[in-house]
């Protein structure tokens, strides 16, 4: 079975201080690694995705998020934090030799930039 | 493109009725996946299409709930008779051939369901 977690229900940081949403992942095969942003009252939308290659993904808003086999992590980062990037970020897995054409997604995680 | 497109954005209705969730996929998309948001459970998959066929309804909690998805462009989500614990968000997304397997799901706003 794959799962996500995300250990944060919450992050709190400053607007212009880095920022990193946390996301472990577990899959039985190989795993496709997502993060999506969800806004007040919206459907969710897609950041960044990792498949394959590089490491490190980026992604759309100037997100960007480390995939790190050993760890089997997917953290979210940013390097400096905008009042406009508070909103709600899940975190979604596909394994991808075990679970057809589905995601899992993690609980989510609130992310507060206060001004 | 005009995106996915769920209809009503808010339904509030008693304990017993039937309510229809509607939901236009975005065109050429092959993959359709219903949701269900609350605040104690997250986001759960309750049902996903491919071409039109049903490939896993496991996550559907009950025969109250039903999907059909008639043709390419449209698909229903029915809940009959409703219970207040059917609460939630309702969410449709779409994809392509691919975009399945790339995750790039594509979401509509959601239907906000209150049973009272």
């Known amino acids: 079975a794959q799962s996500v977690a995300q250990p944060e229900d919450q992050v709190n940081v400053a607007e212009g201080n880095p920022l990193t949403v946390k996301c472990t992942y577990s899959?039985?095969?190989?795993?496709?690694l997502f993060w999506y942003v969800q806004y007040p009252n919206r459907g969710l939308q897609f950041l960044l995705k990792?498949?394959?290659?590089?490491?490190l993904v980026k992604g759309s808003y100037g997100f960007e998020a480390e995939f790190n086999k050993s760890q089997t992590s997917f953290h979210l980062k940013k390097p400096s934090a905008l009042v406009s990037d508070s909103a709600l970020y899940f975190c979604a897995v596909r394994d991808v030799e075990n679970a057809g054409n589905m995601l899992t997604f993690g609980g989510g995680t609130r992310l507060m930039v206060k001004p | 493109d005009a995106g996915v497109i769920q209809s009503p954005r808010h339904e509030v209705t008693e304990m017993g009725q039937e309510v229809t969730l509607r939901c236009k996929p975005i065109?050429?998309?092959?993959?359709l996946f219903w949701y269900r948001q609350t605040m104690m459970r997250g986001l759960e998959l309750l049902i996903y299409?491919?071409?039109?066929?049903?490939?896993?309804d496991s996550g559907m909690p009950e025969d109250r709930f039903s999907a059909k998805m008639p043709n390419a462009s449209f698909s229903t989500l029915k809940i009959q008779p409703s219970e207040p614990r059917d609460s939630a968000v309702y969410f449709c997304a779409s994809s392509s051939e691919g975009g399945g397997i790339t995750g790039e799901l594509f979401f509509g706003e959601g239907s906000r369901l209150t049973v009272l």
């Open positions: 899959v039985s095969g190989n795993p496709y």
């Open positions: 065109s050429g998309h092959d993959y």
């Open positions: 990792y498949i394959t290659g590089d490491n």
């Open positions: 299409f491919n071409n039109n066929v049903p490939i896993d």
